[in-house]
């Protein structure tokens, strides 16, 4: 054990005199920098690019850099970087985390990478946990980059996209953490390249990266919205037809489970929903609600694939335990569907559209890169998950911060009295104490006993991000006495009032030890920053969550030897301190464990997101016709139909290559059993592709050029793949609630979702195929509609596509809202160039 902490520490100082030697030839140019006029030292950043695209690498041009930004800010802002600045500055360039304690200056620090690889030209992002810390930062230290020549954005919530596009447009480019997450989800939702928002990710500095990378990765960003009570009509109105239909009407396929319409069929469909096309683009959705309202109907069965309970909800029966499984649902839409057959309500529920990790948003970046005061004790996950080294910083000054033993008491009352007792005494004399707690309850009961006590006082709850800051500040005034949470504050200094010095400088008190000692250091480093005198103090009690969940029974045993003889006994001891950090590793290696399995389970899913989301890229920007694609995907889909029923007895299987053509591919008057006689699977195979060709190029024939056509093409796939990614997004979610049972019978839950998940995915792309084929060849363009063009600007959510452009309002006058649009695609008035008059 010796010998491995002597590594580490030896490791530490090796690295420490490196970077110390690149830091003193970055001082080495300190005298040349401050001997330039502003025009020369300002004309540095243009050269530099210069320097990078003919070659030079950004560790060549760094030593030079690194000083012009240092004096850019001495003469900008009045502030020069230290020596461990330039330091922490080299180890953010290398792409790791400098463990820099509180007051030293990390927002200057990071002025010198975030400058040096802005000259990159591809983007940095500034990353912090608030939009007041964003707009603070990319304000003030904005000032050097503008001076310097780089453009500076700050990337809000409450911007247009428009607006977000330019931000994200700047060399550096300040926003939270979340927003960066859900813009990155938005753009892979959006159908025009014109719409996204980000470029590449190449670049990011996360400031707080503990608590972005750490203390949040347990909770996914999820993108979604409510079913709404027009879609769960839509599944009555599809139960409602089906009802009406008649065997002659659909065609089963009982090995695959599969159903679909007959030409009857969809002629009863159109004349009940009042179509002309069933299969045209704009009625994809509706064909879905139609083909689950058909398996709800015909396929499965009542009190063998489900039964419906006393409290009218459909619950599944297991196939192999012939048990119903409580919270399971079918996916893809067809438990609603079986709601709505049953007559039963049909649930409302989210819907997830995409979804992401912080692990896996922030590992896309080219280079990762983060600060904090706190993050040795979660080394061994920084390192795993993020492969980033954590480098602690010696101080600028030597701190003299007291941090005291903590002191027990056996109950809550007698701690909170023990509290107020002290923060009275200090503030009496003129200290000024910050009081942290674990929970906003707590800040609320001691605020009560404070105003009890006569002690003025503020509390902090970080509800107001731009007070906050205010009382943070003032903190360490004479008498000022603070309550707040313990993440309160974070990224704010606390600087010492006139004459507080002498009376020993902030005091920090903590009234309960949190789960994380990461969250206990911040607190302790409010006070003592740069060679300020402090002191810190915890508080516990046996009744604290921590102590009664984790605490020992040797601690308990101790204590209960005083309790007998004084209530308001107290231990202080290291061997108290010792037990409570043991505690808190374990609680921190649960936690761990915790973020490690939803990175696995997401893992997944990110491979699977970056196939979709590249191929919907290469959609969204194709400026080809995307024929040979949609062709494939014709050729696919017709040989996995002509494969599953070759496995059938040959009358059966060439029934159902019968049905399937008709029913999907070829018009019925197509193709006859005859046809189909005597050939062997890859003549079946050959046979109805070169058909679907014909229809094929028939089709593309209707549009009017070659731009219809692509744009006809994308709006095709992207529908199709939104529809059916969805979808998949929700069945993984599912999965996942219901795999987790599967460890009960001696397997890992972990390997069950990969495998599960990974066929699930080969379904969606033969699901996703089948669509594309299926609306590509029903889909009714009309001669007339020649000057179709899509209408497809904004989000995934909108499914429609306008008729073509009419010149003149005129042609509008007199139109009535249920009058069919003059522009002749047949809709009403209201549905088509009417959407926005009749909204």
């Known amino acids: 054990?010796?010998?491995?902490?002597?590594?580490?520490?030896?490791?530490?100082?090796?690295?420490?005199?490196?970077?110390?030697?690149?830091?003193?030839?970055?001082?080495?140019?300190?005298?040349?920098?401050?001997?330039?006029?502003?025009?020369?030292?300002?004309?540095?950043?243009?050269?530099?690019?210069?320097?990078?695209?003919?070659?030079?690498?950004?560790?060549?041009?760094?030593?030079?850099?690194?000083?012009?930004?240092?004096?850019?800010?001495?003469?900008?802002?009045?502030?020069?970087?230290?020596?461990?600045?330039?330091?922490?500055?080299?180890?953010?360039?290398?792409?790791?985390?400098?463990?820099?304690?509180?007051?030293?200056?990390?927002?200057l620090t990071a002025t010198m990478p975030v400058y040096l690889n802005a000259i990159a030209g591809e983007g940095v992002h500034v990353v912090t946990v608030n939009e007041y810390l964003a707009t603070r930062d990319a304000t003030e230290m904005g000032e050097v980059y503008s001076w310097l020549g780089l453009s500076v954005g700050i990337n809000l919530a409450a911007k247009s996209s428009a607006e977000k596009r330019e931000a994200y447009l700047c060399d550096i480019t300040y926003s939270t953490n979340s927003e960066i997450g859900f813009d990155y989800l938005r753009d892979n939702m959006v159908v025009r390249k014109e719409n996204m928002v980000q470029r590449p990710l190449n670049f990011a500095l996360v400031d707080e990266v503990d608590s972005v990378l750490i203390d949040e990765a347990r909770t996914p960003l999820i993108v979604s919205g409510p079913v709404s009570s027009e879609t769960n009509q839509l599944y009555f109105r599809a139960d409602s037809f089906v009802k009406t239909l008649t065997k002659d009407d659909y065609a089963i396929d009982a090995p695959t489970k599969t159903i679909g319409l007959n030409d009857s069929g969809i002629d009863k469909a159109e004349e009940f929903f009042r179509l002309e096309n069933l299969y045209d683009i704009e009625n994809v959705a509706l064909t879905h609600y139609i083909d689950n309202a058909l398996r709800a109907n015909y396929i499965m069965l009542l009190d063998i694939d489900y039964v419906v309970s006393d409290e009218q909800e459909i619950l599944i029966v297991d196939q192999f335990t012939g048990?119903?499984?409580?919270?399971?649902?079918?996916?893809?839409?067809?438990?609603?569907?079986?709601?709505?057959?049953?007559?039963?309500?049909i649930q409302e529920e989210s819907k997830t559209s995409a979804s992401i990790t912080y692990q896996n948003m922030f590992r896309m970046y080219k280079k990762l890169a983060g600060m904090t005061g706190t993050a040795k004790t979660e080394e061994e996950e920084f390192r795993e998950i993020y492969n980033m080294r954590i480098i602690p910083i010696p101080t600028n000054r030597p701190v003299i911060r007291i941090d005291n033993q903590d002191l027990l008491y056996p109950t809550l009352?007698?701690?909170?009295?023990?509290?107020?007792?002290?923060?009275?005494?200090?503030?009496?004399?003129?200290q000024p104490v910050l009081v942290g707690t674990v929970a906003v309850e707590t800040s609320d009961l001691i605020s009560k006993k404070l105003v009890e006590a006569g002690v003025p006082h503020e509390v902090l709850n970080a509800k107001n991000h731009f007070k906050e800051a205010q009382i943070i500040m003032n903190a360490g005034q004479r008498g000022a006495v603070t309550i707040a949470t313990n993440m309160a504050g974070r990224g704010t200094d606390i600087k010492l009032g006139e004459g507080v010095r002498e009376l020993g400088g902030l005091c920090v008190i903590g009234t309960e030890r949190h789960e994380s000692r990461r969250i206990d250091n911040q607190l302790r480093g409010r006070s003592g920053r740069q060679g300020d005198p402090g002191e810190s103090q915890f508080y516990l009690s046996l009744e604290d969550e921590l102590m009664r969940r984790f605490g020992s029974d040797r601690i308990k045993a101790i204590l209960d030897r005083f309790i007998e003889e004084d209530s308001d006994v107290v231990i202080k001891s290291r061997m108290l301190t010792n037990q409570v950090e043991s505690a808190q590793k374990r609680v921190e290696g649960n936690n761990y464990d915790t973020r490690k399995q939803v990175l696995q389970y997401d893992d997944v899913m990110r491979e699977q997101r970056e196939i979709i989301y590249a191929q919907r890229y290469d959609v969204i920007t194709a400026e080809r016709d995307l024929g040979p694609e949609i062709k494939a995907m014709i050729q696919r889909t017709i040989d996995r139909a002509v494969d599953s029923h070759s496995r059938l007895p040959q009358e059966e299987g060439q029934e159902g290559i019968l049905n399937f053509a008709r029913t999907n591919i070829l018009p019925e008057d197509a193709i006859s059993l005859s046809d189909l006689e005597g050939l062997k699977t890859q003549e079946l195979k050959?046979?109805?592709?070169?058909?679907?060709?014909?229809?094929?190029?028939?089709?593309?024939?209707?549009?009017?050029?070659?731009?219809?056509?692509?744009?006809?093409?994308?709006?095709?796939?992207?529908?199709?793949?939104?529809?059916?990614?969805?979808?998949?997004?929700?069945?993984?979610?599912?999965?996942?609630?219901?795999?987790?049972?599967?460890?009960?019978?001696?397997?890992?839950?972990?390997?069950?979702?990969?495998?599960?998940?990974?066929?699930m995915f080969q379904d969606m792309i033969g699901a996703i195929e089948f669509d594309v084929t299926r609306t590509m060849m029903k889909a009714q363009i009309h001669e007339q509609e020649r000057e179709r063009e899509a209408d497809f600007a904004t989000t995934a959510s909108e499914k429609n596509i306008s008729a073509q452009t009419i010149s003149g309002d005129s042609d509008f006058k007199g139109v009535g809202r249920n009058d069919k649009c003059p522009c002749g695609s047949g809709k009403k008035f209201k549905n088509c160039h009417g959407r926005k008059q009749f909204k």
Do not use: C
């Not at 243009?46 to 690194?66: C, H, I, M, S, W």
């Not at 048990?323 to 309500?345: N, Y």
């Open 323 to 345: 048990r119903t499984m409580e919270g399971r649902r079918f996916s893809d839409g067809l438990h609603q569907a079986i709601e709505a057959k049953e007559g039963v309500p």
């Open 686 to 759: 050959d046979l109805l592709y070169d058909k679907a060709l014909k229809i094929y190029d028939r089709q593309i024939a209707k549009l009017r050029d070659q731009e219809a056509v692509i744009e006809f093409q994308k709006v095709l796939i992207l529908m199709v793949v939104d529809n059916q990614w969805t979808d998949h997004i929700d069945a993984l979610d599912q999965l996942r609630s219901a795999v987790g049972l599967r460890g009960y019978a001696q397997n890992n839950p972990v390997v069950e979702y990969q495998s599960e998940g990974f066929r």
């Open 413 to 430: 009352e007698a701690k909170f009295n023990a509290v107020i007792e002290d923060v009275k005494e200090r503030y009496e004399k003129g």
């Open 1 to 107: 054990m010796a010998n491995m902490l002597r590594t580490i520490v030896e490791n530490d100082k090796g690295e420490l005199r490196k970077l110390g030697k690149i830091a003193k030839k970055v001082e080495s140019y300190a005298d040349q920098m401050a001997a330039l006029e502003d025009q020369e030292l300002q004309a540095k950043t243009v050269e530099f690019k210069e320097r990078y695209q003919n070659g030079e690498t950004l560790d060549d041009l760094l030593p030079e850099a690194f000083a012009v930004v240092r004096e850019a800010a001495k003469r900008v802002l009045g502030l020069y970087p230290y020596h461990v600045q330039i330091m922490g500055g080299i180890v953010l360039h290398h792409g790791d985390v400098p463990e820099m304690r509180t007051g030293e200056g990390k927002t």
